[in-house]
């Protein structure tokens, strides 16, 4: 006995083995589990088990998208340590398993999954079924590489913008591309949220403009606080948007009652919410009108990372960047748009050549030649 119960029931602990020092060994551990606070039965409990409660019981709020997705990578986990007792799992075990995993999946999906598997622990530790949580301890290995996010050019920019006028898609593009907004801040966007005409005669004056407070997560709020923000409308995106009004009420006519009304600025033809693969094929469908680019590389996305591209090309600080596409500083612009930052990165080298060139420290022939000297001699 090591106890009593809320009920005043005894609890009693057995063990069983082929010897007398067995047995108590094993009677040994089972009064270890229960002094650590591990319930009956958790010798049996599998990784499956363990991954398959949390897909039940322990997402919370996640959003339809967010549990298939973390469906779809809970099979990674059961398919390769299902069948493995929670209590035995091992963090090298775990840590082999993201190896072979890395050789067909990117990074990304490594860490993704190890997540589904680390939270699934860590509700098995709560519920006690395990006593410690080995994933945390293994380490996420490097995937296969994925796809690489991509930028257009200015003249690539032009020709999108250009060829893509009269496609249902051209209002999207602009606006993506000319204000940098996440495509999921882009389909939520509500006409309310636009403000076309500006106030010209206010005081201070006011532009046109976007008010970016919503996006298709759950809950409908911006991917972080400092996402919130309201950006000017450049001439471009105004046109656009104006034409777009244009559009929907002609959609709105042609679909009568099948209309369903959300107050979106991009909708489909009957007025309900556009999904992720929606826009992929319209934007794709889009590009086909642009020669020179393959529609099959390029995802809407690739629009944020334009806009961030062109910023910098056309000198703006890498702080204004920031606060433009809402980041929470200049370190998550930096780290995700490193490869359009060019020129932001170059400020460092030529102020250095402007430095050392004003103060005289150039390699001088004679220089050279002494140094060729030295080394002969």
Do not use: C
Not at 150 to 159: E, K, P
Not at 192 to 199: A, F, S, T
Not at 355 to 368: H, R, T, W, Y
């Amino acid at each position: 006995m090591v106890g009593y119960d809320a009920r005043g029931k005894r609890i009693v602990r057995r063990g069983s083995g082929k010897t007398e020092s067995a047995a108590l060994r094993a009677l040994r551990e089972k009064v270890k589990e229960h002094e650590a606070g591990i319930r009956v039965g958790a010798d049996r409990y599998t990784v499956k088990r363990a991954v398959e409660d949390w897909l039940e019981l322990g997402q919370g709020k996640a959003g339809e998208r967010t549990t298939e997705k973390h469906g779809y990578l809970a099979r990674h986990v059961i398919e390769h340590l299902g069948a493995r007792k929670l209590k035995d799992l091992r963090a090298d075990e775990v840590e082999r398993w993201l190896i072979t995993l890395g050789q067909t999946q990117s990074t990304r999906t490594l860490r993704e999954t190890r997540s589904v598997l680390n939270r699934a622990v860590r509700r098995a530790m709560i519920q006690g079924m395990v006593e410690r949580n080995v994933v945390e301890l293994a380490q996420i290995p490097r995937g296969r590489a994925g796809r690489d996010s991509r930028s257009l050019t200015l003249r690539q920019a032009d020709d999108v913008l250009g060829r893509s006028v009269g496609h249902p898609m051209h209002a999207y593009i602009v606006l993506s591309l000319t204000t940098g907004l996440r495509t999921e801040e882009v389909r939520a966007l509500e006409w309310r949220h636009v403000d076309l005409e500006g106030r010209p005669d206010g005081d201070p004056p006011a532009p046109p403009s976007v008010n970016v407070w919503r996006s298709v997560r759950v809950g409908g709020d911006t991917k972080t606080r400092k996402s919130r923000r309201t950006l000017a409308l450049p001439t471009i995106a105004v046109r656009a948007l104006r034409a777009q009004q244009h559009t929907q009420a002609e959609a709105r006519r042609a679909a009568g009652e099948r209309w369903q009304e959300h107050g979106l600025v991009f909708a489909s033809q009957v007025g309900t919410p556009l999904d992720a693969s929606n826009v992929r094929r319209h934007f794709r469908d889009a590009l086909r009108r642009v020669p020179g680019l393959e529609p099959s590389e390029w995802t809407p996305r690739d629009l944020r990372h334009s806009f961030v591209s062109l910023m910098s090309e056309h000198g703006v600080p890498l702080e204004e960047i920031s606060r433009l596409v809402g980041h929470s500083g200049t370190a998550v612009t930096e780290a995700v748009y490193r490869h359009e930052l060019r020129p932001v990165l170059q400020t460092g080298a030529r102020a250095m050549d402007d430095l050392f060139s004003v103060m005289g420290v150039e390699e001088s022939p004679a220089k050279d030649d002494e140094a060729g000297g030295r080394g002969a001699a």
